[in-house]
C-alpha cells in the first residue's frame, strides 16, 4: 500500500517536471523570438545610413535592448557550483578502470 502511493506520487512529480520543462521551453522560444525581432528591426534601422546617423541608432539599440536584457539576466541569474566529487583513495587503480594510461 505505501509503496503504491510512492509510485504514484513519482509519477505526479515527473508529470509536474515534464510539464514544466515544457513550458519553460516554450516561454525562452517566446522571449528568444522577442529579442530576435527586436534586434532585427534596430538593425534593419541602420541599412543605408551613413556613420553620423548610425551612432545615435547603436546608442538606442543599447538602451532599449541590449542593457534591459542584461539587467534582467543578471536579476535572474543564479551562480552554480557543481557537488564535490569524493576523492578516490586509490587513484591508479580507478584510472585503469576507466580504460586511462597511468
Known amino acids: 500500500m505505501i509503496n503504491s502511493k510512492f509510485i504514484l506520487e513519482r509519477q505526479r512529480l515527473e508529470l509536474t517536471r515534464s510539464n514544466a520543462q515544457i513550458s519553460i521551453t516554450e516561454l525562452d522560444k517566446t522571449l528568444i523570438s522577442s529579442i530576435e525581432n527586436q534586434l532585427r528591426a534596430h538593425v534593419n534601422e541602420l541599412r543605408g545610413k551613413d556613420a553620423k546617423e548610425v551612432l545615435p ?18 536579476s535572474e541569474y543564479t551562480p552554480w557550483s557543481p557537488p564535490l566529487v569524493p576523492t578516490l583513495k586509490n587513484t591508479d587503480a580507478n584510472c585503469r578502470l576507466l580504460g586511462w594510461v597511468v
Not at 57 to 74: A, E, F, G, T
Request: aromatic share 0%; glycine share 0%.
Open 57 to 74: 541608432l547603436l546608442r538606442n539599440l543599447i538602451d532599449q535592448v541590449v542593457q534591459p536584457l542584461s539587467r534582467r539576466i543578471q
